[in-house]
């Protein structure tokens, strides 16, 4: 929606954007998230490249990871051989 300004009618009135707190909303949360996503991206980057602990936080990192992905798997074959004594 734009406003008017009521000094000079007809043609010659000058056009406003709206400057209503309806208008800006819709962008402010998504210039919030992208301030955080920075913001954890840059944490996340000094904590693991630190030149004094980051090497150990990295092997930690990837070995916690692989331990989860290896008990993922034994979780899922576990309810697969469950569902399949359960079907029979």
Do not use: N
Not at 44 to 73: C, E, I, N, W, Y
């Amino acid at each position: 929606m734009r406003s008017t300004i009521a000094k000079a009618p007809g043609r010659f009135a000058k056009q406003l954007p709206d400057r209503s707190s309806k208008a800006l909303g819709a962008e402010a949360p998504k210039r919030a998230a992208q301030t955080v996503a920075a913001g954890a991206a840059g944490a996340m980057a000094t904590f693991f490249l630190d030149p004094q602990s980051g090497k150990r936080r990295r092997h930690v990192a990837v070995d916690r990871v692989a331990a989860l992905m290896r008990h993922r798997a034994a979780d899922a074959d576990r309810r697969a051989r469950y569902g399949a004594i359960r079907a029979s």
